[in-house]
C-alpha cells in the first residue's frame, strides 16, 4: 500500500518561506513522477510543480516559478517543495502526488497516489 504523508504547512506573512515535505512508503520516489498541486477555496486543483523520475526534469506553473523549488531525497525517499517570496495568492491546501506513466505532468489524473494535503496560509 502506498502512503505519501505531506508537513510542513503553516501560517507565514507575505514574502517569507515554507518547505513542505512528502514522505512515500511503498514506492521508491527516484523511478516515479512526483506533483505538487494546490488547491484554494472554490477553486479547482491547480498544479504547481512536478519533479521526472527519470532524469530528475523539473517542472513548474507560470505562477510559482522562480519562487518555488522542487527537489528530492532519494536516500530519505522525500519530495520537497522549497516556497519563497510567498504572496497570499498562494493559500490553499497543497497535495503532492505520484505516478508511474505521467504525461502530462500538470494533469492531476494522471498521478496515481494522493497525500492527505497540508495548509499553506499567507497572510498580507
Known amino acids: 500500500q502506498v502512503q505519501l504523508v505531506e508537513s510542513g504547512g503553516g501560517l507565514v506573512q507575505a514574502g517569507g518561506s515554507l518547505r513542505l515535505s512528502c514522505a512515500a512508503s511503498?514506492?521508491?520516489?527516484?523511478?516515479?513522477?512526483t506533483g505538487w498541486f494546490r488547491q484554494a477555496p472554490g477553486k479547482e486543483r491547480e498544479f504547481v510543480a512536478a519533479?521526472?523520475?527519470?532524469?530528475?526534469?523539473?517542472y513548474y506553473s507560470d505562477s510559482v516559478k522562480g519562487r518555488f523549488t522542487i527537489s528530492r531525497d532519494n536516500a530519505k525517499n522525500t519530495v520537497y517543495l522549497e516556497m519563497n517570496s510567498l504572496k497570499p495568492e498562494d493559500t490553499a491546501v497543497y497535495y503532492c502526488?505520484?505516478?508511474?506513466?505521467?504525461?502530462?505532468?500538470?494533469?492531476?489524473?494522471?498521478?496515481?497516489?494522493w497525500g492527505q494535503g497540508t495548509q499553506v496560509t499567507v497572510s498580507s
Open positions: 502526488a505520484i505516478g508511474d506513466t505521467v504525461a502530462p505532468v500538470t494533469s492531476a489524473n494522471q498521478y496515481d497516489y
Open positions: 519533479i521526472r523520475g527519470t532524469g530528475g526534469v523539473r
Open positions: 511503498g514506492r521508491t520516489f527516484s523511478i516515479y513522477a
